[in-house]
């Protein structure tokens, strides 16, 4: 099935200001055959768009995702954030409470820090549906994240280009 996702870049215009664009990458080491997947679709996608400025940090594991985005964004140059983790349901619970809070936590940080901060986290019941999202039949989810911070980043642009904080008058 193919994503809404993924499309050709031509199509979204990547500009010689997006293509300067600082992206941190925080990836989780559980699952790490899955989650390095997604890292090398995230960072392919990236670098198709133009974008060589990647700053790749590892953590143990998907909960440690949230603070791991905040040091990058509160003490490296980033202009968004992708999180790549991967959260298999197991016996115990888990799988929900890390679920919530790796996406609770993740959800703020865009709003705190006021730049994508994009959620590259699969959430699934085994590990053959990772597999579908992390290269196989449903593509790569972490493609599609690294899609989702250059629109992100592009919508930034146009607005503050258009109606930014410079603009004199009324
Ligand atoms: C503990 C744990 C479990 C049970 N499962 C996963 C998982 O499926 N995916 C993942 O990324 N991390 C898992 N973890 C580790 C937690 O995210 C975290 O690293 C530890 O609880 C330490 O804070």
Not at 2 to 30: M, P, R, T, Y
Not at 70 to 80: G, I, M, S, T, W
Request: glycine content about 8%.
């Amino acid at each position: 099935m193919a994503s809404q996702l993924n499309q050709e870049f031509s199509a979204l215009n990547i500009s010689d200001v997006l293509k300067k664009k600082h992206v941190g990458i925080v990836v989780s080491e559980w699952n790490k055959e899955i989650t390095n997947a997604l890292l090398q679709g995230a960072e392919s996608t990236l670098k198709e768009a133009g974008i060589e400025n990647i700053n790749i940090k590892w953590v143990p594991g998907s909960f440690e995702l949230p603070l791991a985005a905040q040091y990058l964004l509160e003490y490296a140059k980033v202009d968004a954030v992708i999180a790549i983790g991967c959260l298999i349901k197991g016996e115990t619970p888990h799988f929900h409470y890390i679920s919530e809070a790796v996406t609770q936590s993740l959800s703020r940080l865009n709003l705190q820090y006021i730049r994508p901060v994009v959620y590259g986290v699969l959430t699934v019941e085994n590990l053959e549906q990772a597999e579908e999202r992390a290269g196989g039949k449903l593509g790569n989810k972490g493609s599609e994240a690294a899609t989702v911070a250059i629109k992100m980043m592009q919508l930034k642009e146009e607005i503050h280009n258009n109606n930014g904080r410079k603009k004199l008058g009324f």
